[in-house]
């Protein structure tokens, strides 16, 4: 799977600005008590996003649901209509298979589109060039009440009609949604079960930012051809490790008291910076799960997305000689070996002997390494987690130690991790904008 490493992020390595001892054992402390919660939790069938995930008797059903949903005649486009947890999760899948890789994206059919965000331009460029014949859609909302993606399934559903295909609407779009509730409305079973549409459940217990290990994440991942079944067996590992005598053994935990700790000392920032572009949509994911798990009642610290090496160029002239409130995490892939070769000819023109007969993952996996170092070297507290290959047990493994980390810090830090109490105002705000033609 993965190894991660923190201790270049103790004062004992670093210096000053590392965490201290102190910190750490109190922070451990403090994990202890909720790796007992989450233990609980678990075994009384209270946290159910675990025991989806730990599960395997829903994948049949979602890889039949992928199959007839491609084998439904020809398709050229596959569109995911759904916004932050409904969608992020599934991106973060859909790029192991290359989905929106700078200078590449997917280079076999179907063509793959997240509509995540709500734009009139690009929607409805988009909207305006799809070949709707052969575009399958699959529409995601958990409440079914979500503006986004109400907006973009009225509109397409005009579009259907303008292009002659409104009968057609049922075998060109799949939805997913909780099951109807007594006494309450779902919209976007309203609008396309009358046509005939067929839904997928999305699990009621289950948030949307914890979803990605479920059919709202897989159902995605086996339509651009992935193993959804190493997802979960990947994800399953993590999970095993709970059981582990030494708190300090278990993954999760001694990341959560890692970012615990930071805490403590009053560090308000947590970057993660990954070095492929693979993990990029992991870092968006990761954004939201941070922020809207423990962004509550004054605590909380703001995730910041980076990418490597890239990001090398545009931020770590801050990260290494600004503010002291910064906790960094850098995912690096063994990529020695990979990649182009460099000609010794070339290397020795340009001046750069050392360069010769490396590789391009030569040099990238210099870049990672020399990242984590120049961080502790200047007294950044720094974790590295290090993958020897990034495939789908890897990515599911790493999904779920993000969600388990998550969890045990809101417990840790008193934070409840499933709610979100500040997010429905402006939701609501909107809606009653819209209604009023204000904006």
């Not at 709202?216 to 993590?238: C, M, N, S, T, Y």
């Amino acid at each position: 799977m993965f190894a991660q490493s923190t201790e270049l992020a103790l004062a004992s390595k670093i210096g000053g600005n590392g965490l201290p001892d102190t910190a750490i054992d109190a922070a451990f402390s403090a994990v202890k008590t909720a790796l007992e919660r989450v233990k609980s939790d678990v075994k009384e069938g209270r946290l159910p996003l675990v025991e989806v995930a730990n599960g395997h008797d829903d994948l049949a059903a979602i890889n039949k649901a992928a199959k007839e949903f491609l084998d439904s005649g020809t398709v050229t486009d596959i569109v995911v209509l759904g916004t932050g947890g409904s969608s992020l999760g599934a991106q973060a899948l859909a790029q192991l298979a290359f989905y929106q890789v700078p200078g590449l994206g997917r280079a076999n059919q179907p063509r793959l589109h997240f509509f995540d965000n709500l734009d009139p331009i690009t929607f409805g460029l988009t909207l305006e060039h799809l070949p709707l014949e052969t575009t399958r859609v699959f529409a995601v909302s958990k409440s079914g009440s979500t503006g986004e993606t109400l907006v973009q399934t009225m509109s397409l559903l005009k579009a259907y009609d303008r292009a002659g295909l409104r009968n057609k609407v049922s075998e060109l779009v799949l939805g997913l949604s909780e099951p109807r509730k007594e006494d309450s409305t779902n919209a976007l079973r309203d609008l396309l079960e009358i046509e005939g549409v067929r839904f997928l459940d999305h699990h009621t217990g289950i948030g949307g930012r914890y979803s990605v290990l479920s059919n709202v994440g897989l159902l995605p991942a086996a339509l651009v051809g992935l193993d959804i079944q190493a997802v979960r067996a990947g994800a399953h590992e993590v999970i095993a490790a709970l059981k582990n005598d030494d708190i300090r053994t278990i993954p999760a935990a001694a990341g959560a008291a890692f970012n615990v700790a930071a805490y403590l000392e009053g560090k308000s920032i947590t970057v993660l910076m990954a070095y492929t572009d693979r993990l990029e949509r992991f870092t968006k994911w990761w954004i939201q799960l941070w922020a809207e798990s423990l962004g509550k009642n004054g605590k909380g610290s703001q995730p910041v997305a980076a990418l490597g090496p890239v990001d090398q160029h545009s931020q770590q002239q801050l990260y290494l000689d600004g503010p002291h409130d910064k906790l960094f995490t850098v995912i690096t892939l063994d990529a020695k070996g990979i990649g182009p070769k460099i000609d010794p000819e070339l290397a020795a023109r340009a001046g750069q002997p050392g360069f010769a007969g490396k590789t391009v993952g030569d040099l990238v996996a210099a870049q990672g390494l020399a990242m984590v170092d120049t961080f502790a070297r200047n007294g950044r507290p720094v974790r590295q987690i290090r993958l020897k290959k990034l495939d789908e047990k890897n990515l599911g493994a790493l999904l779920m130690h993000f969600m388990l980390e998550t969890i045990l810090s809101g417990y840790a830090l008193g934070i409840d991790p499933f709610d979100q109490p500040a997010v429905e105002e402006a939701k609501l705000l909107a809606k009653q904008y819209l209604a009023e033609g204000r904006g």
